[in-house]
């Protein structure tokens, strides 16, 4: 079974460009996570989506941060205009719903953003 | 609010050798679940071992089990017999019964087995 597939894995942005990171979570999975990890801390959860409707996203930085999943599979998260404080480490994860509740995401390798 | 301590930012032992690393948390729930999720340098997460509030019995993996306290609030987690590739990040985590299935992260603590 394939894992969760995330790209690009390395980007290196001037402040206030712009980026997009892809996720393409494990077939089938309805609930969809992109976390923010920055050196030397635990994740942060960004956004939350059940299948195409977001669940949670009172932590994403609404002002440069937008995250779409459309058709319930794909998702994008984008960061325009960037800052510096924004280099860290992106995961997304992706759990199925109905056994959401085990509390085992699902983890791609994450893009790491700097930031310059 | 939930929160999750991990007191220990680095940590470093002997090949085959036994290493506790420690959790702490803070909660009003009583149904909750804990995690300790296991982070290799450039590879994904993954969850290590998971533990039911609810359950006294304190779980094991293998090599991997868990002390938990909780009436403390406290969760270890013990490897034994390390192995290189024990080497990794791993962060505590909680999860209350009901909240959209949302983990809430410690900082993690930095393991390095020695060989």
């Known amino acids: 079974e394939a894992g969760v597939a995330q790209s690009p894995r390395y980007k290196i942005i001037e402040k206030r460009q712009s980026v997009a990171f892809w996720c393409n979570p494990i077939s089938g999975h309805a609930t969809l996570y992109w976390y923010q990890q920055i050196l030397g801390q635990g994740p942060k959860l960004l956004i939350q989506f059940q299948n195409n409707g977001v669940v949670d996203d009172s932590q994403l930085p609404k002002d440069r941060f937008s995250a779409e999943r459309l058709k319930g599979v794909d998702s994008t998260l984008k960061i325009q205009p960037a800052k510096l404080e924004d280099s860290a480490v992106y995961l997304c994860a992706s759990s199925p719903w109905a056994s959401a509740n085990t509390g085992e995401l699902f983890f791609g390798e994450g893009s790491r953003l700097t930031v310059l | 609010a939930q929160t999750v301590t991990q007191s220990q930012p680095e940590m470093s032992v002997q090949e085959a050798e036994t290493v506790t690393l420690s959790c702490t948390y803070d909660?009003?729930?009583?149904?909750?679940?804990l995690f300790w999720y296991k982070q290799p340098p450039s590879r994904q997460m993954i969850l290590v071992i998971r533990q039911e509030a609810y359950k006294q019995q304190n779980a094991t993996e293998n090599r991997f089990s868990v002390n938990f306290q909780k009436a403390a609030k406290s969760f270890s987690l013990k490897i034994s017999d390390s192995q290189l590739g024990d080497t990794a990040m791993y962060f505590c985590a909680f999860m209350k019964h009901s909240s959209n299935y949302q983990l809430i992260w410690g900082a993690g603590t930095k393991l390095i087995i020695k060989p």
């Open positions: 909660t009003s729930e009583n149904n909750y679940y």
